[in-house]
């Protein structure tokens, strides 16, 4: 059989930590989770770093998988430890358990179709990931939604089958982008009795078509006029919670970034809303304002380019 290198396929050195391991696994499952991946072979992928996941996660199977030493290779075939791999330990796992792993798995940790050592134990459900794709403004307001996922439900028969289950999701007020909203209960169903797992559903907002979130704060590209900037305004700014005035100091420069402060997503501290300036030449495209800047250039002669020495 083919050993399989759980190190290479969560992409973790072989003195990983627990969280080390952790974020890997959570990275990889959402990329390849069959309900929202659209990579090649997703669900075999998927299956794939569930497996070294459960090996690597738990320090007992972790060091009984390393006992077996770091020469392997990736496909190289694989002969077990003799006897019933490490099924003589600690390590429990039913027919069903190990029927969601690969064969490699099962000759260390328990096998298929191997006899049940005393009555199996009640094991946790996996836990699921998905994406949410929400508004900035329901991450200002907070929102509840409705999601339509395909769950894994347990059948009469005890296998366990996909089937359309619409949740109502709250979302609060103050998400992020990449934050996880866990929904208790709602992943893999339990075997023997066991809970269900959870589901994690992670924020991506769409785009917006001037606000650009970046954690809490808010950041606005502001187009303003050359008198503007010149001689200092008040304009209205738009931001979450609705337009702001903001006052543009005299002699204001393109790039010049001014800070409304709380004016981002809510929190404890609120964030903040950063505006860069952006100052806009009007066009000269009537003889009149064509007129107007020879007026302008002759009763403010300056030079953009004087440090340049040109």
Known sequence: MEYKDYYKILGVSRDASQDDIKRAFRKLARKYHPDVSKEPNAEARFKEVNEANEVLRDPEKRAAYDALGSGWQSGQEFRPPPGEGFSHREFRFSTEDA?????????????????????????????????????????????????????????????????????????????????????????????????????????????????????????????????????????????????????????????????????????DPPGDAYIQIEIVTPPADTEEAKAAYRRLAEACPFNPRAKLGV
């Open 99 to 267: 029927a969601e792993f690969s064969d490699f798995f099962s000759s260390l940790f328990g096998g298929r179709g191997a006899a049940p050592r005393g009555e199996p134990r009640p094991r946790r459900g996996r836990d699921q990931t998905a994406r949410l794709r929400i508004r900035l403004e329901d991450a200002f307001h907070g929102a509840t939604r409705q999601l339509q996922i395909d769950a894994p439900e347990l059948g009469p028969d005890g296998q366990v089958a996909r089937r359309p289950r619409t949740l109502n999701v709250r979302i609060p007020a103050g998400v992020t982008q990449g934050q996880q909203i866990r929904l208790a209960g709602q992943g893999s169903p339990g075997v023997k009795g066991g809970t269900a797992g959870d589901l994690f559903l992670e924020i991506d907002f769409e785009p917006h078509p001037f606000l650009h979130p970046e954690g809490k704060n808010i950041h606005l590209n502001l187009p303003i006029s050359p008198w503007e900037a010149a001689l200092g305004a008040t304009v209205s700014v738009p931001t979450l919670g609705g337009p702001v005035s903001l006052k543009i100091p005299p002699g204001t420069q393109t790039g010049r970034r001014l800070r409304l402060k709380g004016r981002g997503l809510p929190g």
